[in-house]
RNA sequence: UGCCCGAUGGUGUAACUGGCAACACGCUUGAUUUUGAUUCAAGAAAGUCUAGGUUCGAGCCCUAGUCGGGCAACCA
């Protein structure tokens, strides 16, 4: 059971239904249309309905909803599983509601003998037409009032594929002029003469949405069809079949999906994202996907506790970008070992080290992990550092590298700056400073007191690297508010690639592993990634305290 | 001129179902730190959309408003 306290609304219900003896185990379904990549979205939806049957000890379907073959794939269908399974759960039972075509079409025979379903030869604009509006009544038609014998006979010389697409439709016969525009007769099955990616070329009508989902839910035995608010209205019409079909009685039940500042979260916009070459493919590090966010380094943990502690409710959200990079950081700061990479470097000499001479430093592959050991790191006298941890005339407070001062080499010794070399455009190209070799790490004992500690690389050892700096894709904080073109929103920097020095112990690195750059950030080996080329991806950056300290001055 | 949802610090979620609003992120300040990271400590921040009502007592119940969102695809 889930914590005493605290429970959401959903859980609440199923606590009820559990004690009550309502049922004895439930059953829950993610229910994703195989169109599309999943995105953190879905991932709220997963860890809801997979985390109840869980917590709950019952089960969890993975069902396609696969009742349109124009916009289906199996490459969804598999990217889906995959996405799923990565994050961590496991389903009872992969369904799809294309398992069950030939008993939905017994369902609709059963409602045509019945006098609720009718076949109707308008076009859709004029059954938009008929429909009326949220404020008008809708209004009945000619073929409403067809004998059962000719829906019956209809219908079936539809599945036969004898007319074109579009011809007809078959639709419930419920309330022209019900208050809910969803009960004025929902069309329930349209004629499409297309390939489906399971059934093939078996079917050419396909049930929709409405006729579809509820009846599945109903043969699964699902207890707890938990779906998003926009399908509220919906819900009065999974009744009605239910009820008229005299079916499994699954409840359904929503929750608000998830917005979060900065991001799009529809799948339709985000194929037009792919689409139009705005990113480089679904699994771009800087889309909100699934796939995307596992390429950027992000740990299936992480996007847990993401969804843990945003909570399930009602009312209309939008989630702080930062709280998922502080979900991330934190999981990060536990495993992720730490290397250092120098990004934009400046090369530093140190004169009284031996220029032939080299020596091999440990440091610690996690502080925050006993377990993980720790690596040697080469030094000679020819480093790089970063270019922003040397400044000439450094603002009060700055505590990194200025002429005269000194800092720590990370897990090596202190230096000294004595002097700053320029190149003919007046660029700082060069340090040179002194070092002081009682101060080496571990051994220290120089008496030097430096506040400032900054990471480097070895010159002579260091090796290239491709890092890829990933910024928000869009600009604007509340996408959902706009009212233009939502491309015009797009960060035009949101990828920078820099090409940076890392340490020699990075070649062994595989794709997917994970790391903390000391002071820069977490990245990840991205998949593009050779012995000869390395590629990182950024997942995100450090907190960054003096990044801050220095906009308020 | 309809129907359906919703409303609690900046953000998100809680509040033993009527007992003087809690947790997290963020923010501020300080300590520790060979990552300006992490960690630790302290603090600011809502009187629960409004107005009535029921009650000894209301964020929770009732009434009427206000504001926000959704509903007119042969999409899901």
């Not at 999943?38 to 991932?43: F, R």
């Amino acid at each position: 059971m889930a914590n005493e306290k605290g429970l959401n609304f959903i859980e609440e219900i199923v606590e009820k239904d559990l004690k009550s003896g309502k049922y004895q185990q439930i059953i829950t379904r993610f229910p994703p249309e195989p169109n599309g990549y999943l995105h953190l979205g879905h991932a709220k939806s997963i860890c809801l309905n997979f985390g109840l049957a869980k917590d709950y000890n019952g089960k969890t379907n993975l069902r396609f909803d696969d009742t349109n073959p124009i916009t289906e794939e199996t490459e969804y269908v598999d990217s889906i599983k995959s996405d799923v399974r990565w994050l961590g759960f496991e389903w009872a039972n992969e369904l799809y509601a294309s398992d069950y075509f030939d008993q939905l079409y017994d369902f609709a025979v059963d409602l045509i003998n019945k006098g609720l379903a009718y076949v109707d030869d308008s076009t859709s604009e004029e059954i938009a037409l008929q429909k009326g509006t949220p404020t008008k009544h809708g209004t009945d038609n000619k073929y409403r009032n067809r004998s059962v014998e000719e829906n019956l006979k209809l219908f079936e010389e539809m599945k036969e594929g004898k007319y074109k697409d579009g011809a007809k439709v078959l639709r419930a016969k419920i309330d022209m002029k019900h208050a809910n525009m969803l009960m004025r007769d929902p069309v329930l099955y349209r004629i499409k003469h297309a390939h489906h990616h399971r059934t093939a070329d078996k079917w050419c009508i396909y049930p929709l949405y409405d006729f579809a989902h509820g009846q599945s839910d109903a043969i699964e035995g699902v207890t707890h069809s938990i779906c998003t608010l926009e399908f509220v209205p919906h819900r009065e019409l999974y009744d009605w079949f239910i009820e008229k079909l005299e079916i499994f009685p699954s409840k359904q039940y929503e929750f608000a999906r998830l917005n979060m500042t900065y991001t799009m979260m529809s799948k339709r916009k985000l194929l037009l994202l792919v689409n139009e070459k705005h990113v480089n493919g679904w699994d771009d590090p800087r889309m909100p996907t699934i796939s995307a966010m596992r390429r950027r380094g992000f740990t299936p943990e992480s996007i847990r506790d993401f969804c843990e502690r945003i909570g399930v409710a009602k009312r209309d959200n939008l989630i702080d970008f930062g709280l998922l990079e502080f979900c991330v950081r934190d999981h990060l700061n536990k495993i992720a070992l730490r290397r250092m990479m120098v990004l934009d470097p400046i090369k530093v000499v140190i004169t009284n080290y031996e220029s032939g001479k080299e020596e091999f430093l440990p440091s610690e592959n996690n502080p925050e992990d006993d377990t993980a050991g720790s690596r040697n790191l080469p030094f000679c006298n020819e480093l790089y550092i970063e270019r922003d941890d040397f400044m000439e005339n450094p603002p009060k407070k700055y505590f990194r590298l200025f002429p005269g001062g000194m800092v720590r080499l990370k897990s090596a010794y202190i230096i000294q700056c004595d002097e700053v070399i320029r190149n003919a455009s007046g660029e700082v190209e060069e340090l040179r400073c002194t070092y002081f070799p009682e101060s080496k790490s571990g051994s220290d004992n120089s008496g030097l007191k430096v506040k400032g500690v900054i990471h480097w690389v070895s010159a002579k050892h260091a090796v290239p690297a491709e890092v890829r700096l990933y910024d928000r894709l869009f600009n604007t904080e509340d996408l959902g508010a706009i009212e233009d073109d939502f491309t015009n929103h797009l960060n035009p920097e949101s990828l920078k690639v820099q090409h940076a020095y890392a340490e020699p112990e990075l070649v062994n690195a595989k794709a997917e592993d994970r790391f903390q750059f000391m002071r820069i950030g977490y990245f990840c080996m991205d998949l593009d990634s050779t012995k000869d080329k390395l590629v990182f991806n950024r997942t995100t950056t450090l907190r960054d305290m003096w990044s801050k300290e220095q906009k308020k001055a």
